[in-house]
């Protein structure tokens, strides 16, 4: 099997393509990684690494054995596509959950992103609460997120309801609504740790004044999501910009969207 053949390999070049497309992807912006299964998963499963362990600032004991694909600290995302083996890589997580070798990839001397941290913390909670479904997490800088976390206030049900009212896909989309965080700093532990506890409940997490983390089954879900929520963004911002809201999706209109769908919608930002 060759390894650039994966399909996981496939969706993350188009993913990031799409990601610069957007402008979200500017220099090394952004990290995504995937939770391998099936015969990718079986095919690194088999092999020794050749290479060191390297050890964890944490233990994640849900995700021991497990491998990830993961693109390498300080990628640019519009390199992945022609550069894949120096841009990503595949690492294995210990027995114990609390290191991991490199199996493939970061050719060139590279190494896993430097937010490792909140990708493996935040699969750990997402594998356990979605029963093994959510296998993605991409973090991006969506310039409308991150704008919008200047002028709103960092609450999550504050952020979640003002984007549920811009349109009814909100509520459909993301009825866990959006956990906001304060800024941290990057690549730090007690990032990684703030970010988790919010995906316990929530797919979508906003780093304030940086990005966005979501989370879901595969790339295309996971690019949606953040793709209607940034959409949602700009919106608002337009609205904001035009002279604010006259009327928007009321309380009762988005119970009966919700009923209507059968989601069942963040409580502390209906009520
Ligand atoms: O890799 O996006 O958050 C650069 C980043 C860090
Ligand atoms: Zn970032």
Redesign the pocket.
């Known amino acids: 099997m060759n390894i650039l053949d994966f399909t996981s390999i496939d969706n993350l070049k188009r993913t990031s393509g799409e990601i610069c497309s957007k402008g979200w992807g500017e220099?090394?912006?952004?990290?995504i990684s995937i939770r391998l299964t099936g015969e990718e998963l079986a095919h690194f499963q088999e092999h020794q690494s050749a290479e060191k362990e390297h050890s964890l600032p944490y233990a994640v004991p849900e995700l021991a054995g497990d491998c990830f694909l993961v693109?390498g600290?300080?990628?640019f995302f519009r390199n992945i596509s022609t550069s894949p083996e120096e841009s990503l890589g595949i690492v294995r997580i210990n027995s114990k959950g609390d290191g991991y070798s490199m199996m493939w990839g970061y050719d060139g001397g590279g190494q896993p992103?430097?937010?490792l941290t909140a990708h493996l913390l935040s699969h750990g909670v997402r594998k356990r609460v979605s029963s093994g479904r959510d296998q993605v997490i991409i973090?991006?800088?969506t310039t409308n997120l991150i704008a919008l976390s200047f002028v709103l206030p960092l609450s999550t049900p504050v952020v979640t309801r003002e984007l549920w009212e811009m349109m009814s896909e909100c509520l459909l989309l993301f009825p866990d609504g959006i956990g906001v965080m304060e800024w941290m700093v990057?690549?730090s532990l007690e990032i990684g740790l703030a970010t988790s506890q919010l995906m316990e409940k929530h797919r979508l997490v906003l780093?304030a004044h940086?990005?966005i983390l979501g989370t879901g089954p595969n790339m295309e879900q996971v690019f949606g999501l953040i793709e209607t929520a940034d959409k949602a963004a700009e919106m608002l911002l337009k609205v904001m910009a035009a002279g604010g809201k006259r009327q928007a999706i009321s309380a009762d209109q988005l119970k009966k969207l919700a009923k209507a769908f059968n989601v069942d919608p963040l409580k502390e930002a209906i009520d």
């Not at 220099?27 to 990290?31: F, W, Y």
């Open positions: 220099a090394n912006g952004g990290n693109t600290t300080g990628v992103t430097s937010e973090h991006t800088h990057p690549g780093w940086h990005g």
